[in-house]
């Protein structure tokens, strides 16, 4: 496996992790169905693009002043799955991310959790050990 691909693997699961734990803030993108965020002097733009057949998550780098250094998709990793994450997939991993990035810089998910406070209700929990707690279906 080229040092090429590792990178981007590598981004692309710390991007989703960092996302997740609330470590990064986006805001929407200059283009239709993107937004973007920083870390240290890079820039970085995640995209959807659909059409009848398929659909491709894009993530591009951006230098400081906004030029453009590279640009991959999903397709880029072929068959190989995520190691650090939940995936099964890297276009599951990257729509996550996407969608992930969507609902941030909407506020969405501050917005729920306002909304929850407001009720003074405590999250579900999940227990995945507990065979009790299985849906019915």
């Known amino acids: 496996?080229?040092?090429?691909?590792?990178?981007?693997r590598t981004l692309v699961e710390a991007l989703y992790q960092k996302t997740l734990q609330g470590k990064l803030e986006w805001e929407e993108g200059l283009a239709a169905k993107s937004f973007q965020t920083?870390?240290?002097?890079i820039n970085l733009q995640i995209s959807k693009e659909s059409?009848?057949?398929?659909t491709d998550i894009n993530l591009e780098l951006f230098d400081k002043g906004w030029n453009s250094i590279e640009l991959?998709?999903?397709?880029?990793?072929?068959?190989?799955?995520?190691?650090?994450?939940?995936?099964?997939s890297y276009f599951n991993l990257m729509l996550n991310l996407f969608?992930?990035?969507?609902?941030?810089s909407s506020g969405a998910d501050k917005v729920v959790a306002e909304?929850?406070?407001?009720?003074?209700?405590?999250?579900?929990?999940?227990?995945?050990?507990?065979?009790e707690d299985d849906f019915p279906f």
């Open 1 to 8: 496996m080229s040092d090429m691909l590792t990178q981007r």
């Open 38 to 41: 920083s870390v240290g002097r």
């Open 51 to 54: 059409d009848e057949d398929r």
């Open 72 to 88: 991959f998709s999903d397709n880029s990793f072929g068959g190989v799955t995520p190691v650090r994450v939940g995936q099964s």
């Open 99 to 104: 969608e992930m990035a969507q609902r941030n």
């Open 115 to 131: 909304l929850l406070d407001s009720l003074e209700v405590d999250l579900i929990t999940w227990k995945e050990d507990n065979p």
